[in-house]
């Protein structure tokens, strides 16, 4: 079943309003509308995840050596490039 135009723009604006609120979008009003934008990038976000993981967790080496025992070679390859630009031990502000 097709939903009216109306519709679909009220659910749209729902769900972007909903993202606003959880401080997942930032909005800046234009004349009567709203411009969105996301307040991270997917992977800033997706590292936020990860670390969020990693802090629930009682252990945090478990987590990692399950993750690390996973890797097909591709995504290893690219934990060692991602070691080389922020070697361990090394933080950004």
């Not at 109306?6 to 769900?15: D, K, N, Q, S, Y």
């Not at 401080?23 to 009567?32: A, F, K, M, N, S």
């Amino acid at each position: 079943m097709k939903r009216p135009l109306g519709e679909l723009e009220a659910t749209v604006m729902t769900v972007m309003d909903k993202l606003h609120t959880k401080g997942l979008l930032r909005r800046e009003p234009v004349g009567r509308a709203y411009v969105y934008e996301p307040v991270a990038t997917k992977e800033a976000y997706t590292a936020e995840l990860m670390r969020h993981a990693l802090a629930a967790s009682g252990n945090q080496a478990a987590p990692l050596v399950h993750f690390l025992e996973r890797l097909t070679p591709e995504e290893a390859t690219a934990l060692e490039a991602a070691l080389q630009v922020v070697p361990p031990g090394s933080r950004r502000p």
